[in-house]
Each structure stands twice: as C-alpha cells, then as structure tokens.
C-alpha cells in the first residue's frame, strides 16, 4: 500500500546479526493518537522490529496481510509505511516495551505491569477499541486465564477490549484466513457504536 506520491518512505535495510543482538531491550515508538478507532496491542517487539524501530516488521510477521485481509487497509501496509494507519484511525503499541528475542523470555509481572501502562495510555487518548494481539499474554496480563478470542466482557478504561491471536508466523494455531475473519470481526465492531456489557462473571 503507497502512500501519498512523493511521501513513501524508504524501504530499510534489514538488520545484520549485530544490529538484531544489539537491539535486546531496545523499544518501537508507539504509532498512537488521540480518539482511534482501534489501538492494536503487540505482546512486546521482537529484535527485528526493535532494530528497523517498526512494529510487526519482521518477515513473515502476518499483522499486515491480516488487516488488509480483515478489511482494515485497502492493500498490505509494509512496517515502514506504518503511519498511514494514523489516518484511518488505527494505531500499534505494546503491552511490554522491551524487546526480546521470544515473549517467552517476560516475566508474568511485566505482563502485569503492562496492563496498568496501557491502562493509562487508554485514558489519555481514549480509543475506542484496544485489540491485544496474543491469548497467552493477554490472560496472564489481565487476570483472565479463561479468556476467549474476541470482544471481552471488561473494557480498559473507556475502550472496549478485543483479544485477536498472535500474528507470528511461529503462531501454528492460526493461519491467514483465521487472522483474516478474527480482524474483520474486530472491523465490524468497530463500525458500531460501543454498548456496555455486563462484567465477566464470577
């Protein structure tokens, strides 16, 4: 997907072993402004995002093919061209800033503290919608170890919460055409307006 002419950025050189070592413990700015329709939420940059210092930019990393497949971006969104979603309301942060070579590597309490910090980036630009990309993650972080792809009962702050699955390429459990329907689920909610749910039992 081009930008507008004369505005695409370059594409970067990938990193050489070196720069990915290098990048352990490095972070991605976040790609966020006020009053998005979805804020997406990674687990935490891998080494070859946090060494490009673009979200989702490893190859094979299907976060891009599934929002354009999901209806989210008339074509595929290269890592480097990332800002364009500002303008269609969309944004990317993390819910543990540091980069490792595995999100194995974090440590349950990092999970935790990550929620509270998105907590607080959610009243402050106050998206509609935050969609955190990883089961695993997401039911150690929040304290929902029952938790369930798609919209959660709980909302964070003002936004409704949506749980999509890790678009790793690692992620074996999923493939393309369930990333697809999982991000044109979120799509079609984002169209509507936002109800209130009752809070998860129990």
């Not at 966020?32 to 070859?48: E, H």
């Not at 490792?100 to 980036?121: D, H, N, Q, Y």
Request: hydrophobic share 45%.
């Amino acid at each position: 997907m081009s930008g507008r002419a004369g505005t695409v950025p370059p594409r970067p050189a990938p990193p050489d072993r070196a720069a990915l070592l290098a990048a352990v413990g490095r972070r991605v700015p976040d790609l966020i402004g006020p009053g998005l329709r979805v804020l997406f939420c990674g687990i935490n940059p891998g080494l070859y995002s946090a060494a490009t210092r673009h979200h989702f930019a490893r190859p094979g990393n299907r976060f891009w093919p599934a929002l354009h497949a999901g209806g989210f971006t008339r074509g595929i969104v290269a890592p480097w061209e990332e800002r364009e979603l500002l303008e269609l309301g969309l944004g990317i942060t993390n819910l543990v800033a540091r980069a490792t070579a595995s999100a194995a590597e974090l440590m349950p309490a990092e999970l935790v503290a990550g929620r509270r910090r998105l907590e607080r980036k959610v009243v402050r630009y106050r998206p509609a919608w935050v969609a955190v990309l990883g089961v695993g993650a997401y039911r150690m972080g929040f304290g929902q170890p029952e938790a369930r792809l798609g919209r959660q009962p709980e909302r964070l702050g003002p936004a409704g919460l949506w749980l999509l699955p890790n678009p790793s390429g690692l992620n074996a459990h999923h493939q393309l055409r369930d990333l697809a329907a999982a991000f044109a689920d979120l799509r079609r909610a984002a169209r509507r307006p936002l109800l209130p749910r009752s809070p998860r039992a129990g």
